[in-house]
Every structure is written in C-alpha cells, then in structure tokens.
C-alpha cells in the first residue's frame, strides 16, 4: 500500500512538472533597447562639462551607452532572456562628428553601432544630409550591403532609382529576427511624412507613402508566421499614434525624429510606443512577455522595478574598446580641422569663447538671442569679404540645432568649447566636400524682402517653428494670427493673407528705413545655402509670395552664382562664426569674450496681437445688413 502511495505521489509531482513546464514555456520575455536621433554625438555633451576624472552635468556618449547596454544585456543573459537593439534614425547629422561622413573611407557612427551589436536602424531625414550619392557610400564604407547580416538598415518606404549606388546597399524593407527561444518578431522600419518633408537632399531617392508601405509589409511579415511584429520608426508620436489607429497588428512602435523622451509609452489600443529623447542622452528599456496562448504582448518594466529610460550619464561606466574607438576618430577630426581653420582649431574642446550665461533658442515664432548672435555673425564676416556690405543676414530656426551651453563646474566655468559652438551651427556641407552649408550674397526687391517676412511667419505657422527666420540688420512688428485669412471648408486648406508683417524696417546702426510695399529698391541679403534655395521655392505655390533671387544689377542668379568666396575657400556659416568671436574682447588669456547683448533678444521681432482680419469683412456685412434694415424700415 505504501508503495503504490509513493508511486501515485510521483506521478502527481511529474504532472506537475509537465504542467509547470508548459505555463513556463507558454510565456517568453525579452527585452528591447533603443536609441534614437542620436546625430553623431560620439561624446557626452555639452563637451565643455565632460571630464574623464570627474562625476559631471554632461550626458550621452557613445561609449557610455554602450557601457550601459552591456549591464542590461549581462543581466538579462544571466536571466536567460534575450534581448534586441534598434535605433529609430537619424544615426547622422550633428557636427562635429558628423562631418565625417564626407572623408571616403569613414562611417565612425555606423561602424561603432556594429560593434555595439545593433540589430536595426531605420533610415532617418538627417541621412540625407550630404545627398544621396554620400550616404550610399557611407553605407559601403561601413560595409553594406554583407554588414547588413548583422546590422539590418530599414528603409520600408524608401525608395532609390535601381541604377543609383543606394540600391545596391541592402536596404531591407523588412525582416524576421528568431530568438533563442524561438519566437519569432517582424520587423520593418518608416521614415514618416514629416521627416519626409525636412528631407535636405534626397536626390533621386523617392518615398513611398509610409501608412500604405506599413499596410503591405504588416501583411507580408504575418505570411511569415511571426509571433508579434515591431515597426521602427522616424516619424514622431503624433504619426506613431496614426499608425497604430490604422494597424493594430503591429505589437510595438519604437519611434524617433520628434526627440521625445517618453519616460512611459504611449498606448492606442495594445499597441506600445517608446521613444528615448536624443542624443543618446538615453537608452530605452522595454522589458515585455508574450503569451502564445493569449497571443497577448504584456510590459514587465513595472513589476521589475525597472525605468523605460535610463540616463546615459557620468554615473555610467564606459565600454573601453567603445572608447578607444572614439578616441581614435576624434584624432582624425582633430587633424582635419586644423587644416580647415589653417591651424585655429586644434582640438574639438578646444574652448573658443568665453560666457557669464547661455545663448539660448526662444519661444515659438519668437526673435532669440542666439538667432541674433548667428546672422550678426554672418553679417559680419560676409563684409568682411564682399565688396558691398550686406543690409540683412538671415537664419532659420531649424539651422539653429542648439543652445550655446557655457561651463558649469569649478574648473571650466564660463567656457564654451568648439565643440558645443558647431553643434548650433555646423549642418549641411557644400560642393567643395568641406563641411558646413555656404554662405551665399544675393539681392532682393524691397518687395521681396517683405514676402521672406510673410514667408517667415506662414511657413512657421503652418509647419513649425524650424521655419521662422531670425533675422539681423532688420526690425519687424507682426502678428502670427493673420498669416491665414481663413480654411477652405472641409478641405482644410489655409488660405494665406500676406497681412501678417504689420511694419518692417532697415536698421543699420541708429539710421531705421522702412521696407516699402511694392518697391524695387534692391536689398543685399546673405544666408546660407540651403535657406536661400529653399525661398524661392515657396513662390512656386503661391505666386504672391515670389521670391527671386538677384545680383546687384537685378538680374536673376542661381544660387551657384550667388556662393560667397573667402579666397579660394567657400565662407561657410561654422567658419563665419569663428571669425566674429575674433571681433569681441577678449580675457587676459586671449580668448573671446561674448558680449552681454547676447543674454537676451534685443526687440528686433515684435509681436502684436490686433483684430483678426476676418473682423472686418463680417463688420461689413453687418454694417450692410444695418443699412438695409434701416431702409427698409423708413419705408
């Protein structure tokens, strides 16, 4: 009798072994990690408050953030769970490191995130930074398209010619990744309709619709018979959210080109949304769980005490070899520099100015102080080479890609480095190859100058504020609220006024001389490159606003002709802004001080709120309508 009790016990244990087991099994956790808009921020920033021997204020780094995916990934090793690594785009972009790109042979960001072991990257907006033609050699110095066995680059909705190099790079429009455990995850990758439309210079690479190209490869993906589906993207989480409305197939969303850090996700539906700020001043932690039996995906970040984000900072211990890496293309962008400033910059942290205070961005549709330290700049080195001095230098707020952060601790208090300096100013690149958009001279109808105005104002008001223009040499009172006279009824088209610029003036110094309607008086106008070309493109869709870009005779340029020459050199905007801080005072060690003028805007863009237009056609009809009853009643 005992023996048979012994055996029943037995069987029961083994039942509920079997029984464990398949609840175990049904169950598989993994984790994703994810950066995003890291825009070739090799090292942690602002650069001025990085020291190797000090805990510090500056965040980010490559070799931090590698450092930080090791301990997730040690962790969830020992755990036994897998894990996985994406970047939601925009891997380029941001000087100074992200001029490298233009020297053949170099891919630091896409080479360092192989190394990392990143399983995926969608393509982003700032990819296109330097064109087509370079990128596509940036991928094949990099490796692709055989590097794309262990980094997927996902360009679902993109589209190259079949005869341009980009073709050739193996980008995926989707992919199966099998864990360990078996599960199997879809994977594909958008660069959504706003990045789409701040694209610099796609070329010849055209784009597909991102919904429908994310509706064909969701369909796609499931005759695979993946277990969930996973959509990397660089769209924002406004277009994130659309596209979870749209397919609530896709289980996770890994977003990126809003710079959000999302410090939970966003839910529409059981789809989950993640996104982890910029500049690898994060990386994003997804713990999740699915269920084969519920086909259910479920957060675990929560019940595991862990945060969605964790700050990349100097409490991080960094990857070595990472960091070696660094080192190594720092020395070469050491080296090119010194060639470009002709031995004035030796060094990316090397400090070029001194600050009692930070030269920051404002608020929306608003003058800014540092929007009025860039076009001074540029004025003032344009003049410098040309041979009639400009009357206006004008800048757009999405050039603008940062605030100028002084130092903040005991031993560099006040001082901004080079490196911090670019990353405000040093975008774009010219047909020289050299970095940095080119600073370009042409002349404009008093008119003309009045429509870049109402441009400023539209444009920002319906797009952004990456497209208000900042301006120096010139003073403006506006009222935003009258850029739209009305929306066309239910096909929601804004129809623009040309009203908004109330009054505009010349100023240079104490002489103010107001900006005519209808006069074609010339004005001498610098910018850079891309604004420039960008101008006349509005005129195109609305005629009123016309906008041609002239030499000093009036007679129509191209741009090409218009790009300012500093001996046999491009001027560039990076480079105008060096040669401005030699104009300030300077410390008793030599360096440059900036001038308090710059803590705050000065009153050169005013706003003032006044009636709506719409007020006065409506005052009309009533005041008809009175009349008539008036008369009516007299009779």
Known sequence: MKLKFTFLVLLSSAAFTIYGQQIQ???????????NDEHSHLIPIP?????????NLAGGGIARLAGAINMVRNEKREAGESVLLFSGGDILGGPAFGWLPLREGLAPELNLFQNMGYDAITIGNHEFDYGADVYARYLADAGYPDAGEQTVILGTNVRPPQDHPLSERGIQNHFVKELENGLRIGVFGLIGNDAISKTAQPGPVQFNDPFESAKKAVTELKEQDVDLIISINHSGVAEDRQLAEM????????????????????????????????????LGRLELSYSYELDEVSVLNEENGNPFLIPIDSTVNPDEEIAAEVERYSEILNSWLSDLTDGGIRDIRQTVALSDFPIVRDDFQRESAIGNFITDAMNYSANRV????????VQANGAIRSDIIPGEEVWNKGEITFYDMMMAFGLGSGDDGSPGYPMVSFYLTEQEVRNALEVSILLSELMGDNYFLQFSGLNMIYNPDRAVLFTVPFVGTPIPSSRSVLRAELVSGEEVTPIRKDSDQLFHVVADYYIAGFLPMVGEKLPNLAITLRDENGRAISLDEAIIMDGDRQLKVWASVLDYLESFEKSEEGIPVIPDRYQSPEGRLTVTYTLPLWIWPVAAIVLIGLVIFLIAKRR
């Open 25 to 35: 099994q049904d169950e598989v956790r993994f984790t994703i990690l994810h950066t």
């Open 47 to 55: 650069a001025v408050n990085d020291h190797p021997e000090y805990r």
């Open 247 to 282: 397919l609530p197939e896709i289980d996770v969303i890994v977003g990126g080109h809003t710079h959000t850090a999302l410090h939970g996700p966003v839910y529409v539906g059981d789809t989950i949304i993640v996104q982890a700020g910029n500049y690898m001043q994060f």
């Open 386 to 393: 040309l041979d009639r001095p400009a009357d206006i230098a």
